[in-house]
C-alpha cells in the first residue's frame, strides 16, 4: 500500500500570505490528485498532475510534481478566507486498480 | 447533471442496528466508489463498481459490510450489526470509465454516520 504524507497537517494563517503545503511519498505514481474539501463536503478534484516536474495553475494555486514523480507541492498565492479547507493529495494505488489512496490533508484555515 | 447525491446525508442510530446508505452517481458514470473517512483522516477505499459488477474489496470492508449496485445505476451500501468504530463519514463517488489518471472521481456530499 503506498502512503502518502501531507505536511503541515494544520495552517492557520492570515488572509494575503503565501503558503505550500506538500505531499511526499517514497513510491513512484503514474499520476497525482490534489482534492480540496469542505466541512460536510466531498472532496472536490482540483488538478492532477501527470508528468514529472509539471506545473499547473489554477488562479492562486500552483501545484508542481516533483521530476522522479514522488512529491508534489501546493502553493497558494496571497491565501483568502475563501481558501480555508482541507486539502488531500491523493493517487491511484496501483497499476489496474482503480481505488485511491488519499494523504491525511492539510487543514487550511485563513483569517480575515 | 446534478451531480452525486447521497442519502441520508445524516444518519444516528444506536449500536447493533442495521443501516443502509444509497448513492446516486452521474448519470451514464459507470463506476462507483464508497469510501469511509473519519476525522482527522482522508478518505478511505471501500469498494468499487463497474456497471453492477463489484471489482475491488478493500480489506476494511469487513463481513459486517455489504454494497450493491443491482442494475448498473444507484448504490446500496449496508452495515449489519453497527459497532461505535463503524461511526464515520461515508463517501460515494463515480466517474466515466476513460483511463486510470483522466478518470476524474466526483465525489458526494456524504452520509455522516453516528453509532451510539
Known amino acids: 500500500t503506498q502512503l502518502l504524507e501531507q505536511s503541515p497537517q494544520f495552517l492557520s494563517i492570515q488572509e494575503g500570505e503565501n503558503l505550500t503545503v506538500y505531499c511526499n511519498s517514497s513510491?513512484?505514481?503514474?499520476?497525482l490528485q490534489w482534492y480540496r474539501q469542505e466541512p460536510g463536503e466531498g472532496p472536490v478534484l482540483l488538478v492532477t498532475v501527470v508528468t514529472g516536474g509539471e506545473v499547473k495553475k489554477l488562479k492562486r494555486l500552483t501545484f508542481q510534481f516533483g521530476d522522479a514523480r514522488k512529491d508534489s507541492s501546493l502553493h497558494i498565492t496571497a491565501a483568502q478566507p475563501g481558501d480555508t479547507g482541507l486539502y488531500l493529495c491523493?493517487?491511484?494505488?496501483?497499476?489496474?486498480?482503480?481505488?485511491?489512496?488519499f494523504g491525511k490533508g492539510t487543514k487550511l484555515s485563513v483569517i480575515p | 447533471d446534478t451531480g452525486v447525491s447521497q442519502n441520508p446525508r445524516h444518519k444516528i442510530t444506536k449500536r447493533g442496528q442495521n443501516v443502509t446508505f444509497r448513492c446516486d452517481p452521474i448519470?451514464?458514470?459507470?463506476?462507483l466508489y464508497w469510501y469511509r473517512q473519519t476525522l482527522g483522516q482522508g478518505p478511505e477505499f471501500l469498494t468499487y463498481?463497474?456497471?453492477?459488477?463489484?471489482?475491488?474489496k478493500s480489506r476494511l470492508l469487513s463481513d459486517r459490510f455489504s454494497a450493491e449496485r443491482p442494475k448498473g445505476s444507484f448504490s446500496t451500501l449496508e452495515i449489519q450489526r453497527t459497532e461505535q468504530g463503524d461511526s464515520a463519514m461515508y463517501l460515494c463517488?463515480?466517474?466515466?470509465?476513460?483511463?486510470?489518471?483522466?478518470?476524474?472521481?466526483?465525489f458526494g456530499p456524504g452520509t455522516r454516520l453516528t453509532v451510539l
Open positions: 448519470s451514464e458514470h459507470n463506476r
Open positions: 513510491s513512484v505514481f503514474s499520476s
Open positions: 463517488a463515480s466517474s466515466s470509465g476513460q483511463g486510470e489518471w483522466a478518470d476524474t472521481q466526483y
Open positions: 491523493a493517487a491511484y494505488s496501483g497499476a489496474g486498480s482503480y481505488q485511491l489512496t
Open positions: 463498481f463497474q456497471n453492477e459488477a463489484q471489482l475491488e
